[in-house]
């Protein structure tokens, strides 16, 4: 079974500060996700990863940045944590391919008070 | 017009009903399809690919319609445990597009 594992489920944080959301998979999947999901917008794309080092913009990547330093291990980072950023965080992995489905981690819901 | 549409619901059945949802897409040259559920306040999990001959698995059928650009999903029997919320994902040519839906809620009634 694909096992994608994010570091928190549940993330309290204040205005200003900087957020690290990790995400690792254990089925040397080339592709990595992370996606925010909100009531009514539904799954939205912030950044992917194709390989290790690469990295592309999704829809809505401002306000964020990752890092892929390891092909396992794709971390998610608010610069400047903002109120409108507190939302469920989903990472998801796959292999390369257009008929490859994703799997996904537990989700982290990020609170920014 | 969104990239891949669905019916919000809720579709509110009772238990051993029959239900169809319906998700249709913009891009002809999409390249694969799934469904996904997704239960409250948990990660979306892979319920089944779609397939252009159809597929069963258990209750589950999946149909793809190329020419009227529409998947659809069909649970029969329904469970209690089949209340979730059903995305529909449509995978593009360019490998990193994946598109979903925003989800289709289903609640089985007693």
């Known amino acids: 079974d694909v096992k994608v594992t994010q570091s928190s489920r549940y993330l309290v944080k204040r205005t200003g500060e900087k957020v690290f959301l990790e995400c690792v998979q254990d089925m040397d999947h080339e592709n990595m996700f992370w996606y925010r999901q909100d009531p009514g917008l539904g799954l939205r794309l912030i950044y992917f990863s194709y390989d290790v080092k690469m990295k592309e913009k999704g829809d809505i990547p401002e306000g964020y940045s990752v890092s892929r330093e390891k092909k396992e291990r794709f971390s998610l980072i608010l610069e400047s944590a903002s109120t409108n950023q507190t939302s469920m965080y989903l990472c998801a992995s796959r292999w390369t391919g257009a008929n490859q489905p994703q799997h996904f981690g537990d989700g982290t819901r990020l609170s920014i008070l | 017009r969104k990239e891949v549409e669905q019916d919000p619901g809720p579709f509110n059945v009772p238990e051993g009903a029959t239900v169809a949802f319906n998700c249709t897409y913009s891009n002809s040259a999409s390249q694969s399809f799934f469904w996904y559920r997704q239960d409250c306040r948990k990660e979306p999990k892979l319920l089944m690919s779609?397939?252009?001959s159809g597929n069963e698995d258990g209750r589950f059928t999946a149909q793809l319609n190329r020419a009227s650009q529409y998947i659809s999903l069909l649970i029969r029997d329904s469970k209690l445990s089949d209340s979730a919320t059903y995305l529909c994902?449509?995978?593009?040519?360019?490998?990193?597009?994946?598109?979903f839906g925003i989800g289709t809620k289903l609640q089985v009634i007693p």
């Open positions: 994902v449509v995978n593009g040519i360019v490998y990193q597009k994946v598109t």
């Open positions: 779609v397939y252009s």
